[in-house]
């Protein structure tokens, strides 16, 4: 199994920024896929942003476009997600998620492992 420890949330006002980190450990050739999900109390889970192994493609919801930026260090088994631009409704628990198969992890369902979760919090 992979263990996904995330780091780096926090309080910030709107228009700040952030950046997440999700440390890999463990049976890390899992992690061919690795992405960000977030949940806000009374939602569902939603898919964030997610990085193939070669770092070569990402995807992102439409929610986050042009706002957020996934990247990944292969030698370090880290993802980053650098949020700028941040609103209020970004606020919620981000969780970091990976695969462990070539392929996308743009739902729930794509996904093999999880971290425990980040709370980020956006003030107006």
């Known amino acids: 199994q992979v263990q996904l420890e995330e780091s780096g949330g926090g309080l910030v006002q709107a228009g700040g920024s952030l950046r997440l980190s999700c440390a890999a450990s463990?049976?890390?050739?899992?992690?061919?896929?690795m992405g960000w999900f977030r949940q806000s109390p009374g939602k569902d889970r939603e898919f964030v942003a997610s990085i193939s192994w070669s770092g070569a493609s990402t995807n992102y919801a439409d929610s986050v476009k042009g706002r957020f930026t996934i990247s990944r260090d292969k030698g370090k088994n880290t993802v980053y997600l650098q949020m700028n631009s941040l609103k209020p409704e970004d606020t919620a628990v981000y969780y970091c998620?990976?695969?462990?198969?070539?392929?996308?992890?743009?739902?729930?369902?794509?996904?093999?492992?999880w971290g425990q979760g980040t709370q980020v919090t956006v003030s107006s």
């Open positions: 998620a990976s695969r462990n198969f070539l392929g996308a992890v743009t739902s729930t369902s794509h996904v093999s492992d």
């Open positions: 463990g049976r890390t050739i899992r992690t061919y896929t």
